[in-house]
């Protein structure tokens, strides 16, 4: 049982510039001058994550040469155009997923990739050109020509992802989510291993307590290693459900009641 909940959690959302490790605390700088102190640090910022930078040395995410489109809008801006859920088509060097966002099924979601290797904006609010999109799904099924007509707006990015990581963490520092296993959208897993990884992290914190960040740190990336790197190496791939798949070691994971192996051992190299 955990000895002792901290006085005080910190969430920041500042620009992280630098910082210094003791033995018993870690010293965040931000852009704008200000500082923090705490016991541990756990760092979800992201794939260019400036915490991953100064632990590990700089790398930069490795672009594919691949853009993604996304977009939500009305289902009613179909028409009569009556779709099956959740459908993925295939091209030889693209693909579209499209599924409905609700239970009431009147909003409509899909994620288009297609080759652009000159673009290399990685941005949430970049906007993408629709008749260059529905040029790069000419000849796709009618239900996909259809929904790309209908389509009000696009946004695009650029699609970057990393190898899997020998080590998430030193010290009292932690990295979670994109910081330490980003991945390619074909599998639609980086917000999902990203809320994983908070679930387990919470219950090794309950279990082990918050006076031994070590033994934590240590038992929640043992128990998250192998299962991030194995889904970074398949999206990356992008053979997800290509063909006939057994999704059951993926979907059938439930976070919430995981075993905590008590004593695990030291993480794992995942091999692509």
């Known amino acids: 049982m955990p000895s002792r909940v901290p006085r005080e959690l910190i969430?920041?959302?500042?620009?992280?510039?630098?910082?210094?490790?003791?033995?018993?605390?870690?010293?965040?700088?931000?852009?704008?001058?200000?500082?923090?102190?705490?016991?541990?640090?756990?760092?979800?910022?992201?794939?260019?994550?400036?915490?991953?930078?100064?632990?590990?040395?700089?790398?930069?995410p490795r672009f594919t040469g691949n853009v993604a489109y996304r977009t939500v809008f009305p289902v009613s801006l179909l028409g009569d155009l009556a779709l099956d859920d959740n459908t993925k088509w295939w091209g030889p060097d693209r693909h579209i997923v499209i599924y409905y966002v609700n239970p009431r099924k009147d909003e409509l979601y899909f994620v288009a990739t297609a080759p652009d290797p000159d673009w290399k904006t990685d941005s949430w609010s970049a906007v993408g050109d629709l008749n260059e999109l529905r040029d790069a799904y000419r000849g796709f099924h009618p239900d996909v020509t259809q929904v790309l007509a209908a389509c009000p707006r696009v946004h695009k990015w650029a699609i970057a992802d990393r190898d899997p990581m020998p080590s998430w963490s030193e010290g009292r520092i932690m990295l979670?989510?994109?910081?330490?296993?980003?991945?390619?959208?074909?599998?639609?897993?980086?917000?999902?291993?990203?809320?994983?990884?908070?679930?387990?992290?919470?219950?090794?914190?309950?279990?082990?307590?918050f006076e031994d960040v070590a033994r934590v740190f240590?038992?929640?990336?043992?128990?998250?290693?192998?299962?991030?790197?194995?889904?970074?190496?398949?999206?990356?791939?992008?053979?997800?459900?290509?063909?006939?798949?057994?999704?059951?070691?993926?979907?059938?994971?439930?976070?919430?009641?995981?075993?905590?192996?008590?004593?695990?051992e030291p993480a794992l190299t995942a091999s692509p």
């Open 11 to 60: 969430a920041l959302d500042k620009q992280l510039a630098d910082l210094t490790r003791t033995g018993a605390s870690v010293t965040l700088r931000f852009a704008d001058g200000s500082s923090a102190n705490a016991d541990a640090l756990i760092a979800a910022d992201g794939l260019h994550s400036r915490t991953r930078e100064i632990l590990f040395g700089p790398e930069r």
């Open 176 to 209: 979670i989510g994109d910081a330490c296993h980003p991945m390619t959208p074909t599998m639609a897993q980086g917000a999902a291993q990203a809320l994983e990884d908070a679930m387990i992290l919470a219950r090794c914190f309950s279990q082990y307590g």
């Open 218 to 264: 240590r038992t929640f990336e043992a128990l998250r290693h192998a299962r991030t790197a194995q889904i970074q190496v398949t999206s990356h791939g992008n053979t997800w459900m290509r063909q006939r798949t057994d999704g059951g070691w993926l979907y059938g994971y439930d976070a919430s009641t995981a075993p905590l192996d008590p004593d695990p």
